[in-house]
């Protein structure tokens, strides 16, 4: 089978948008980070004439601005052409592009889109970076750290979209050109796992700030570039935590996407198996469970609650440590199998787990708290309990205003369509009314 030409796939994007020489040319100046002007118009003519090949210095913009995959290019048995992570992730967050072809909803879609992990990624930055670049060394590194912590405690507070767009300019203007900078191989292995963490905040501020197609893709977008840049870095932790990002939200796609939420569960559990964090492990087994629950693979999913409380017992009076796996608490983890016990039915069993992790282990994120009460109100009321439900939905109201977050939407969403029932009741309808106020633009 002969690889299907690179320009031919270039014209046909071009051609599916409307797009000439002119706006191609722009679009990859802009993603590749040169500006408007970056690219000139007769460079895109020879590119769609196929005159010329993008290389390594456009190639990363023409797969993010065309949404092209590298195995799309490239067919089985012919070597795809080669995207540097680096290039390709700052391309990412330079672009601000139609998104609607940014992935397939698969799971190979979200894998195969860079290709594999580049074991000489790093060794081959660190001997063909110019001595005249900056130098990068632990304090970079140590500074991207506590920019993703800072980030991220605010986002766990008031929503992804309240600090997304800082956390995009601190990709490009601070860390891009640390990446582009000398250092070591050591120091290079950890400035790729720090960059990483944000890679992998970014898709889950994107992720949350919004449930449309061009959000979601984009965050698709970012957990597949902290894979690959974990993987490269040699982090197995942070490789899973991507993973498991993508798993996340197939699960949230619901029942249709319940194969490759399996799919991506498993190979997060790969990752996984060779780390010794109860912690982490339990986090992704309990992201498993929830896969499997999806599935419909109750068996499967009741063994790995169990081996997930297992993991998390063992970390009771254990401070969490730096990585994103080692802050599942177990309330939090109370919280995740209260959710994959009502996908299983038993909403009994998923109510006390649910109190348990908002009264015996306290959640003391916002954001976190306002979903554990809009669920739990949900579960209330599936019971009968109509009072109970009211009284969750009330603390709801109070703990969701003022945060940014999808799913804090979707609850209040929920809690008035599901509310429309008992309009003869008085505190039914003022919450209806709350959450009417609290989803306006």
């Known amino acids: 089978m002969e690889p299907v030409p690179l320009a031919y796939l270039i014209r046909r994007a071009c051609d599916e948008r409307g797009w000439g020489p002119s706006k191609l040319a722009r679009e990859l100046g802009i993603a590749a980070g040169r500006g408007p002007q970056g690219m000139s118009r007769q460079y895109a003519r020879k590119l769609l004439a196929g005159e010329r090949a993008p290389g390594d210095l456009w190639m990363p913009a023409v797969a993010l601005v065309l949404g092209l995959a590298s195995a799309e290019a490239s067919p089985a048995g012919h070597a795809a052409p080669a995207v ?15 998104r609607r072809s940014f992935l397939t909803i698969s799971s190979g879609g979200a894998l195969s ?6 074991a000489d990624a790093i060794i081959r930055r660190v001997r063909g970076t110019p001595a005249s670049s900056v130098r990068v060394g632990d304090g970079e590194v ?6 993703v912590k800072t980030l991220g405690d605010s986002a766990a507070e008031y929503g992804g979209g309240h600090v997304r767009k800082i956390a995009r300019s601190y990709l490009i203007e601070n860390v891009g050109p640390w990446l582009n900078g000398r250092y070591t191989a050591a120091t290079g292995r950890a400035l790729y796992a720090a960059t990483s963490q944000l890679a992998h905040l970014l898709g889950w501020m994107s992720q949350d700030e919004g ?3 061009g959000h979601q893709q984009l965050a698709r977008h970012y957990y597949a570039h902290a894979w690959r840049l974990a993987d490269e870095a040699g982090e197995p932790e942070l490789a899973a935590t991507a993973l498991r990002g993508l798993a996340v939200q197939s699960i949230g796609l619901g029942p249709r996407h319940r194969a490759e939420a399996f799919a991506l569960a498993e190979r997060t559990m790969n990752y996984a198996s060779h ?40 970390t009771a009076g254990t401070p969490p440590g730096e990585s994103w796996a080692s802050h599942f608490s177990i309330g939090r983890w109370a919280y995740a199998s209260g959710m994959i016990l009502a996908k299983m039915g038993d909403l009994t069993a998923a109510q006390e ?34 009072d109970g439900a009211l009284m969750v939905w009330t603390e709801f109201l109070d703990c969701a205003e003022g945060v940014q977050s999808v799913r804090v939407r979707d609850a209040a969403e929920d809690m008035r369509v599901r509310l429309a029932r008992y309009s003869h009741d008085s505190t039914a309808r003022e919450l209806a009314e709350r959450a009417g106020r609290l989803l306006a633009p």
Do not use: C, W
Not at 113 to 118: M, N, Q, R
Not at 357 to 375: I, Q, S
């Open 84 to 98: 540097d992570t680096v290039a390709s992730v700052l391309a990412l967050g330079r672009s601000d592009v139609d």
């Open 113 to 118: 889109f860079l290709g594999v992990p580049d």
């Open 142 to 147: 140590q500074a991207i750290k506590t920019m």
């Open 211 to 213: 449930d449309d197609k």
């Open 275 to 314: 780390l010794d964090d109860p912690r982490a492990r339990a986090y992704y087994e309990s992201t498993f469970a929830e896969a499997a629950a999806l599935d419909g693979d109750h068996r499967s999913a009741t063994k790995a609650l169990s081996s997930s409380q297992t993991y998390i017992e063992r």
């Open 353 to 386: 787990h649910l109190h348990q992790a908002m009264d015996a282990y306290g959640l003391d994120r916002r954001r976190t708290r306002a979903n554990v009460l809009g669920n739990l109100g949900e579960i209330h009321l599936r019971q009968g309990d109509l």
